[in-house]
Structure formats: C-alpha cells, structure tokens
C-alpha cells in the first residue's frame, strides 16, 4: 500500500528555521509532482510550495525567500526548509504528491496525515 509520512513539526521561535520531510513508501511505480500545503484555524488550505520531477518550483507568495522545497527523485522523500519564520506560518502543514502505484496506468493524489507547526512570537 502506498504511503505518504511527514515529519519534522514542531514549534519553534518567531525567526527560527524548521525542516520538514516526507516519505513515499509502498508499491510505486513512479512520482510525478510533489508539494507542500499548510492549513491554519479557520483558514482554507492552501499551497505552500510544489515541486516537479525535474525540479521546477513553485512557491506561494506568502513563503517566497524563506522556505524552499527540494526533493530526491530516487529515493522518493521531498524536504521543506523554512526559515525565518514568523507566527503567521503557524498550521498544519501537508504532503502531497501525484503516485502511479504499481499496476496502474495514471497518477493518483495522495496526502500525508500532516504536521503541526507552531511559530511563537
């Protein structure tokens, strides 16, 4: 079964930096984008960072010049670095990414159970 883990949450000071990971395991035959989405209280989730196979990124505008996103194609993990963070930045944040399990012929989303990032001011 294919399986999406993040890890890396946790709270940290306003202005402090904080990596997150994710994992892909299972049965994959193949990953086509992977991304970075967060959920505030209150708040409709929305794209922190994507990433493709070959590497184009894409940020929100919120993020741009402190997180940046990478991912190692073959051993199928993606990293957010977050740096100068700021209360703002406080949610749940998501990995998804676009998988092709094993005797399948198209790219399904997937997402992990998500991570809780508290930035205190």
């Known amino acids: 079964q294919v399986q999406l883990v993040e890890s890396g949450g946790g709270s940290v000071q306003a202005g402090g930096s904080l990596t997150l990971s994710c994992a892909a395991s299972?049965?994959?035959?193949?990953?086509?984008?992977m991304g970075w989405y967060r959920q505030a209280p209150g708040k409709e989730r929305e794209l922190v960072a994507d990433?493709?196979?070959?590497?184009?990124?894409v940020y929100g505008d919120p993020v741009k010049g402190r997180f940046t996103i990478s991912r190692d194609t073959t051993k199928n993990t993606m990293l957010l670095q977050m740096n100068s963070l700021q209360p703002e930045d406080t949610a749940v944040y998501y990995c998804?990414?676009?998988?092709?399990?094993?005797?399948?012929?198209?790219?399904?989303?997937?997402w992990g159970q998500g991570t809780q990032v508290t930035v205190s001011s």
């Open positions: 990433i493709t196979r070959r590497g184009i990124t």
């Open positions: 998804k990414a676009a998988i092709s399990p094993v005797g399948t012929f198209k790219a399904y989303d997937f």
């Open positions: 299972g049965s994959i035959l193949g990953i086509d984008d």
